[in-house]
């Protein structure tokens, strides 16, 4: 499973107004979640997650992510910001870029290597420049594919 396979237009927002990381974290768990109780377990997931270490891939991009579903489940969202935002990154450049994934509550190998694969494809420059110039919903997901074929053209 990719990255590419779980991501979905609807589940994307482009131009977000950051206000704090707690708000950023709210809009992710009610873009993940059917409800509002499962917003909120995605909601504490996320925060719990980020209280171990900062999620920010450096470049601009940050990858916070959760384990709140059931077993055979993963969603996965990207916002991009309006506006470069002070995530605490860990080469203090401002994130633009966030990519959200909310794992099962028991993950295995391949959990583990998708996130390996997402964080390795979001680190690219390329991939984070087009999608700050996507224009819509459409361009974001063509750049991401593209951005994941280039990627395995590499290995």
Not at 21 to 38: P, Q, W
Not at 52 to 71: D, E, F, I, Q, R
Request: charged content about 25%.
């Amino acid at each position: 499973m990719k990255i590419i396979d779980i991501l979905e237009e609807d589940k994307m927002i482009l131009n977000h107004h950051f206000i704090s990381k707690k708000r950023l974290f709210e809009t992710m768990a009610n873009l993940l979640s059917d409800d509002s109780a499962e917003a909120l377990r995605i909601y504490h997931s996320i925060v719990n997650r980020e209280k171990l270490g900062n999620t920010s891939l450096g470049n601009g991009v940050a990858l916070p992510h959760g384990k709140c579903l059931a077993a055979n489940e993963i969603r996965a969202c990207v916002i991009r910001m309006a506006q470069a935002a002070d995530y605490e990154a860990v080469d203090d450049i401002p994130v633009h870029v966030v990519v959200g994934i909310a794992f099962p509550y028991e993950t295995n190998e391949m959990h583990q290597v998708l996130m390996k694969e997402t964080a390795f494809l979001f680190r690219q420059h390329r991939l984070y420049k087009n999608m700050l110039l996507a224009e819509n919903k459409k361009q974001m997901t063509e750049e991401i594919l593209k951005g994941f074929q280039l990627c395995n053209n590499w290995s």
